[in-house]
């Protein structure tokens, strides 16, 4: 079984339309959670992090933490073409450099 | 400027050449990463860095080496290419501020083929 599992998609919905995104782990020594979102051909850049449990909103997106479910999502409201990616979860124990990633899920966001 | 630089883009190259991957950075982090990308796997943690001094491998680093030349530049060697070290390859880079997590941020990547 993986640490991390995130279902790879691909994922299309209609502009406008509230996307969720899910991972899914196992270790419960995850305190920090990560959300990087990668365009064709790009490195994967950092969208938000998450201490512990509980939500963080950044305009558009919402990263939320359930710890008691091992289970982390990143909701995007409002989709826009531009948001059409793939969305790699992240994880860590406290302060480590070891990060877990998931396999990440692409999205098409259609106009 | 990008913070996170790597050369080349794109390579082709054939089985038993050595090839070097470079990466350079602006962000003024003491630790640097290298990983590889391979669809259905994710990424893939080859070697790290925590200072010049201070080199370790990765889940991964069978094939590989790596050289911390400089504070912003750390360098991925593959002594000798073979097929199944096509891939993505990115560079990291991050600073652990007290208090915060080691977050880090990636270069644009080296597409990499080897045939």
């Known amino acids: 079984q993986k640490e991390v599992e995130q279902d790879p998609g691909p994922l299309s919905v209609p502009e406008g339309a509230i996307v969720s995104l899910n991972c899914t782990y196992s270790n419960s020594a995850f305190q920090y959670f990560m959300w990087y979102r990668q365009y064709s051909r790009k490195g994967p850049e950092l969208l938000m992090y998450?201490?512990?449990?509980g939500n963080k909103e950044d305009g558009r997106f919402t990263a939320q933490v359930d710890k008691s479910s091992k289970y982390i999502s990143l909701f995007i409201r409002d989709s826009q073409p531009s948001d059409s990616a793939t969305y790699l979860c992240a994880m860590t124990t406290s302060g480590t450099y070891k990060y877990i990633f998931g396999t990440g899920t692409r999205l098409k966001v259609l106009a | 400027d990008a913070d996170v630089t790597q050369t080349p883009r794109n390579r082709i190259t054939k089985t038993g050449k050595r090839i070097m991957l470079e990466c350079s950075q602006t962000?003024?982090?003491?630790?640097m990463y290298w990983y590889r990308q391979d669809p259905g796997l994710g990424l893939r943690l080859i070697y790290y860095s925590f200072d010049v001094k201070d080199i370790n491998k990765g889940e991964i680093s069978d094939g590989y080496s790596v050289s911390r030349q400089a504070q912003a530049k750390f360098s991925l060697s593959l002594e000798s290419a073979i097929p199944n070290q096509t891939a993505l390859y990115f560079c990291a880079t991050s600073d652990l501020t007290s208090g915060s997590t080691d977050t880090q941020y990636f270069g644009p990547g080296t597409r990499l083929t080897v045939l």
């Open positions: 962000k003024g982090h003491d630790r």
């Open positions: 998450t201490y512990s449990s």
